[in-house]
C-alpha cells in the first residue's frame, strides 16, 4: 500500500523553526521526486520546495528560500523540510508529494498543520 505520512507540525512563534518529515512506504522511494506544498485557510495550494530523486538538486519558491531547507534520506524513505525564521504567512497545512520521475504517477500525504502565532 503506497503511504506517505507527515510529521513534525505544530505550534511555533515568528521567527522559531520547526522540522517536517515525510516517510514513504509501498513505493521505490528512490524513484520519486519529492516535493512540499502548502495549503493556508481560504487559500489554493502552493508549491513550496522539491528535491529530486537523487538529492542532487533543490527548488524553492520565492517566498521560503534563504529560510527552508528540503532534504532527503533515501536509506530511510524519508524526506525533510527544515523550516526557520517561520513568518505567520507560512502558516497553513503542509503536504508532500512523491512524482514519480518517468510518469505523471503521483501521491499525496494527508499533511501535517503549521501554526506561525505569538
Known amino acids: 500500500q503506497v503511504q506517505l505520512v507527515e510529521s513534525g507540525g505544530g505550534l511555533v512563534q515568528p521567527g522559531g523553526s520547526l522540522r517536517l518529515s515525510c516517510t514513504a512506504s509501498?513505493?521505490?522511494?528512490?524513484?520519486?521526486?519529492m516535493r512540499w506544498y502548502r495549503q493556508a485557510p481560504g487559500k489554493e495550494r502552493e508549491f513550496v520546495a522539491s528535491?529530486?530523486?537523487?538529492?542532487?538538486?533543490?527548488t524553492y519558491a520565492d517566498s521560503v528560500k534563504g529560510r527552508f531547507t528540503i532534504s532527503r534520506d533515501n536509506t530511510k524513505n524519508t524526506v525533510y523540510l527544515q523550516m526557520n525564521g517561520l513568518k505567520p504567512e507560512d502558516r497553513g497545512m503542509y503536504f508532500c508529494?512523491?512524482?514519480?520521475?518517468?510518469?505523471?504517477?503521483?501521491?499525496w500525504g494527508q499533511g501535517t498543520q503549521v501554526t506561525v502565532s505569538s
Open positions: 528535491i529530486t530523486n537523487t538529492g542532487g538538486s533543490t
Open positions: 509501498g513505493f521505490t522511494f528512490s524513484s520519486y521526486v
Open positions: 508529494n512523491a512524482l514519480h520521475v518517468y510518469s505523471t504517477y503521483q501521491e
